[in-house]
T-cell receptor, first 115, second 110 residues
Framework: GAGVSQSPRYKVAKRGQDVALRCDPI?????LFWYQQALGQGPEFLTY????????KSGLPSDRFFAERPEGSVSTLKIQRTQQEDSAVYLC?????????????FGPGTRLLVL | GENVEQHPSTLSVQEGDSAVIKCTYS??????FPWYKQELGKRPQLIID?????GEKKDQRIAVTLNKTAKHFSLHITETQPEDSAVYFC?????????FGSGTRLQVQP
């Protein structure tokens, strides 16, 4: 079946622009995670949804970052007033069970470059 | 919060040799430890995982061991092949989110 998909795959933004990144999880997966991966580093947790409920947003680096999953399927990560330090790959992952201790399937990521 | 340290950062082996990557974690509540393989420009892919009620798990050429007392776990790849070349990430999960290590770049020389 179809895996996790993300769009766009690449995004170039001017500093100060707002961006929206989309994640389509595997159909039926209840848990959805967003990670930020800087070049040469491991993914860093941003936020976690169980269905439409955002259970943990402690990893969001500032109030410029906002995520939603209004119908419990597709999720959007929005970054307002982008800064150069926001440049990274943003990965989405989904899991078919509740909680973080279940297998997470990753999407291909969105590579964001802020100029 | 959880802190996961991974080493070595780079590892070069000859085809057919074994490769070992080690990770330590700090949160004693962590009880789920996946390993991901990430090829350049691609998504991380789960290759094996282990839970804290098990000390060792094996899947063909890949094995993972866990020492809860010492808070460390290791990935073992035997009979390495050039297609094993990639970046490998360990992760620890407990009360909160998965925390990833900084990665090991494995190069298998043919």
């Amino acid at each position: 079946g179809a895996g996790v998909s993300q769009s766009p795959r690449y995004k170039v933004a001017k500093r100060g622009q707002d961006v929206a990144l989309r994640c389509d999880p595997i159909s039926g997966h209840v848990s959805l995670f967003w990670y930020q991966q800087a070049l040469g580093q491991g993914p860093e947790f941003l936020t976690y949804f169980q269905n439409e409920a955002q259970l943990d947003k402690s990893g969001l680096p500032s109030d410029r970052f906002f995520a939603e999953r209004p119908e419990g399927s597709v999720s959007t990560l929005k970054i307002q007033r982008t800064q150069q330090e926001d440049s990274a790959v943003y990965l989405c992952a989904s899991s078919d069970r509740d909680g973080i201790q279940e297998t997470q399937y990753f999407g291909p990521g969105t590579r964001l470059l802020v100029l | 919060g959880e802190n996961v340290e991974q080493h070595p950062s780079t590892l070069s082996v000859q085809e057919g040799d074994s490769a070992v990557i080690k990770c330590t974690y700090s949160d004693s509540a962590s009880n789920y430890f996946p390993w991901y393989k990430q090829e350049l420009g691609k998504r991380p892919q789960l290759i094996i995982d282990i839970r804290s009620n098990v000390g060792e798990k094996k899947d063909q050429r890949i094995a993972v061991t866990l020492n809860k007392t010492a808070k460390h776990f290791s990935l073992h790849i035997t009979e390495t092949q050039p297609e094993d070349s990639a970046v490998y990430f360990c992760a620890g999960g407990g009360r909160r989110a998965l925390t990833f290590g900084s990665g090991t770049r494995l190069q298998v020389q043919p």
